[in-house]
């Protein structure tokens, strides 16, 4: 990829800005998305994952969005190499990670996750613990293989998700992100498909944001005014890629606004690719519509500085280095405010680093073949 030292320069100084959410000022616009790498036997993150996410720190991405770790309770994961958010050897060594990130020079928030539906019977960490959604449905559209939660399992949920977000603040993390897309627990509940609830949280679209919002003021109530609280969404799920949550920006307001009020301080935005436009007649893609809708801060994420998005990565193949001219413009004029790199950080950790300086004819290219053996 060439590139003009004008074009280096203006990349340098677009994305190197400071930028503050709620009591936290983040050195940069670049975050790390949030990757599932399962390299946590027992769902205790060891000294390789706090070299892995220190290493990017250390070379510059201004916001860490870990992997999604699990809250504490029994049906919320479906692996034993996932980390967890609950118990006293898990919990120590986040508390590394978050040293190690800070030293670094980075700031770095837990992705907190409830994957309902999604999870299979039997499998780890808790093999006896039923799959749990609004009702009982898959994202496929599968009836039977989970269970309908009871108001008992809605506030056991809250519950959980607002004890990781305390035990972030109390081991030193600087925010948390909700994760509420891609057809997992929070999106089961937003998505008319999988929520089929005849009480108070299923109907229109505000009352599919209830569960949400619930967990959003749990969070909010237990940890300090000033300790940012992230949400992410999406449109597609993992078995639906065409799903949609909202198909004008006034839907996509009835879904946004509840959860605004409840005290999100920013949303990301996910998307397959960030160039997109999310709605007929206008150019905003997912990140700018949110942002223009709620005034919050927004982060846009997909295919950030590649050429094909993350599907061929999950077949092995790798993808082209992309031109961010068309980024750098979005956020010039202030559409959104921060972008989640992904797969540019797993095979470059120095990406953030090269493109800062002005190097971005220095960048890798990304080789899928190679995912499994990244640190």
């Known amino acids: 990829m060439i590139v003009t030292q004008s074009a280096a320069s203006r990349t340098a100084e677009i994305l190197s800005r400071p ?44 916001l860490i969005v870990t992997e999604g770790t699990y809250v ?5 994961g479906q692996s034993d ?3 967890r958010f609950h118990g006293e050897e898990q919990l120590a060594g986040w508390a590394k990670v978050v040293e190690d990130v800070h030293a670094a020079g980075g700031t770095i928030v837990p992705q907190l996750w409830h994957i309902g539906m999604v999870r299979n019977q039997g499998e780890p960490p808790y093999a006896d613990a039923p799959a749990v959604g609004p ?44 994760h509420g897309a891609h057809g997992y627990l929070l999106d089961q509940f937003l998505w008319e498909r999988t929520n089929r609830r005849d009480d108070g949280y299923g109907g229109d679209a505000v009352a599919r944001t209830r569960f949400a919002a619930e967990i959003v003021a749990a969070v909010r109530a237990v940890v300090s005014s000033d300790f940012p609280v992230i949400f992410r969404y999406s449109q597609w799920k993992q078995e639906a890629y065409d799903a949609r949550l909202a198909e004008t920006p006034q839907e996509l307001e009835a879904i946004l606004a509840p959860l605004a009020a ?3 301080d920013a949303f990301h935005a996910s998307t397959r690719r960030y160039w997109l ?7 905003l893609n997912l990140a700018g519509w949110t942002k223009k809708l709620t005034g ?23 993808a082209e280095l992309g031109s961010i001219d068309n980024l750098l413009d979005r956020m010039e004029r202030d559409e959104f405010d921060m972008v989640a790199v992904g797969r540019a950080l797993l095979q ?8 800062l300086a002005g190097r971005i004819d220095e960048v890798k290219a990304y080789d899928g073949a190679a995912l499994k053996t990244l640190s």
């Open 262 to 264: 409840a005290g999100v």
């Open 19 to 62: 930028i503050t959410l709620n009591g936290l000022t983040v050195p940069n616009r670049i975050v790390m998305a949030p990757m599932t790498r399962m390299f946590s036997p027992g769902g205790v993150p060891g000294d390789d994952v706090r070299s892995y996410y220190a290493r990017r720190a250390a070379a510059g991405v201004g």
């Open 135 to 178: 009702s009982g449905i898959r994202v496929d559209g599968t009836e039977g293989a989970g269970q309908a939660m009871t108001q008992r399992d809605l506030d056991d949920v809250i519950g959980a998700f607002a004890e990781a977000a305390a035990a972030a603040e109390r081991i030193g993390f600087d925010g948390i992100e909700l």
């Open 277 to 283: 436009p999310e709605f007929d007649d206008s150019d």
């Open 296 to 318: 919050r801060p927004t982060i846009t994420v997909g295919s950030v500085g590649l050429d094909g998005d993350f599907l061929r990565a999950l077949a092995g193949k790798g």
């Open 81 to 83: 190499r996932v980390p």
């Open 72 to 76: 504490g309770h029994p049906s919320a």
């Open 348 to 355: 470059d950790p120095e990406w953030a680093s090269k493109v």
